[in-house]
């Protein structure tokens, strides 16, 4: 039986961003994930690009992630709007022209992967245990018991689930989650665009079908098309010409001409929030904790803030030579994550569900709801601080 302090279960951006930011602490950390360490370095192209908040860029500088971005794949997101079904109207969200800020910046998920990866290579006190699956875990005087599938047990003072929103982990530590599907399919693609975007982002509840436009370098902008599954495969097997010409079609063509510049991708739209975030010598962080519906683009930006709120309170209790699992240090990380995601989460939810609710009440709803948002300049900008905000909460 091997020992370490902290069990690490998954190296997606979570779980990476978490262990890197315990180096310097003096913690022995062991990271577990199944895929092999070729394959973590080499984080292929998903399709998926991330929007991040102010808050979110600060954190990544803080663990040296963004000085190991390409500065040509960081597009600015300068402005927003917000469309309902065929309507020229649109709810808009600007970036402050005073301060030249932009609201946010789009960065394909799979260089973040690679950079939060780079940024652990020969961290002192990290071990890697890659191509490993956990089997199991209990609870055990002085923290926790890890069974992995080799055959081989870690025990930890703490064990951290970072293994997305499916996590098995977060099942094994005995705690439930309460999970949203929203019968959709999910397709993403990058797009050459005709007409300029303006680095303007579009989130467009259309009848029948939900669409993103995330504005990226070079003319190029990611397609994001919400359908039923079925609807989603036949979008699918049509060829590269055929799907920018649907896919334009479905943005009335007010880009002009899209045309894939890559193999689109396919996700299931479903929601997750965890009944507890903790549990006896464990906590959850990003998507294990809280699995986001991506219309408000938070899922990435509130599983960034989970791993720092969780690490800070491990780092200080570390710092003072106290218990790095302890049961109130934990309670805390719980309480701090539900007020910060609890009612994001809810509201996001009730969002979708109105706004990709077709029947005539609804729709008159819509409209209505987006006028309304439009005429309260505090709300708005309200929304803009929040994404330009310098500090996660």
């Not at 002009?256 to 507890?276: C, D, F, I, K, S």
């Amino acid at each position: 039986m091997r020992g370490t302090d902290v069990v690490v279960v998954g190296a997606g951006p979570a779980g990476l961003c978490f262990a890197r930011a315990l180096a310097g602490s003096g913690l022995q950390v062991t990271l577990v994930e199944p895929q092999p360490r070729q394959a973590l370095a080499e984080a292929a192209f998903d399709g998926r690009e991330i929007a991040l908040t102010h808050a979110s860029r600060q954190v990544l500088q803080d663990l040296q992630l963004w000085q190991r971005l390409p500065a040509a794949e960081i597009a600015e997101l300068r402005d927003a709007r917000v469309l309902d079904g065929r309507s020229p109207f649109a709810l808009t969200f600007a970036s402050d022209r005073r301060s030249g800020d932009p609201l946010g910046w789009l960065v394909p998920n799979h260089l973040i992967r690679r950079a939060a990866w780079d940024a652990v290579q020969d961290q002192p006190g990290l071990e890697l245990r890659d191509g490993r699956r956990v089997q199991g875990a209990r609870a055990v005087d002085g923290g926790q018991q890890v069974l992995l599938d080799d055959g081989s047990i870690v025990q930890a003072r703490l064990v951290v689930a970072a293994d997305s929103r499916f996590s098995s982990t977060r099942r094994m530590l005995g705690i439930g989650a309460r999970l949203q599907d929203f019968g959709k399919t999910m397709l993403v693609c990058r797009m050459q665009v005709e007409r300029d975007h303006h680095h303007t982002a579009w989130e467009w509840f259309g009848y029948g079908r939900t669409m993103a436009l995330l504005p990226l370098n070079d003319g190029l902008a990611s397609a994001v098309v919400t359908l039923p599954p079925r609807q989603a495969e036949a979008l699918l097997a049509k060829d590269g010409a055929a799907f920018g010409e649907a896919v334009s079609g479905f943005f009335e063509h007010r880009l002009g001409h899209m045309h894939p510049v890559t193999t689109p991708q396919a996700y299931p739209l479903v929601g997750v929030y965890a009944e507890r975030f903790i549990a006896a010598g464990a906590a959850l962080i990003g998507d294990a904790a809280v699995g986001m519906h991506p219309v408000t683009a938070h899922g990435f930006n509130l599983g960034l803030a989970s791993q720092q709120r969780l690490a800070r309170l491990v780092v200080a209790q570390q710092a003072r030579g106290a218990d790095i699992a302890d049961a109130r240090m934990l309670a805390r990380y719980q309480r701090e994550h539900r007020v910060a995601s609890r009612a994001l989460y809810e509201t996001t939810n009730a969002i979708a569900r109105l706004y990709t609710d077709d029947r005539v009440p609804a729709r008159l709803v819509r409209a209505a709801g987006l006028r309304i948002a439009q005429g309260v300049r505090p709300f708005r900008r309200l929304i803009a601080h929040r994404l330009t905000q310098p500090v996660a909460g």
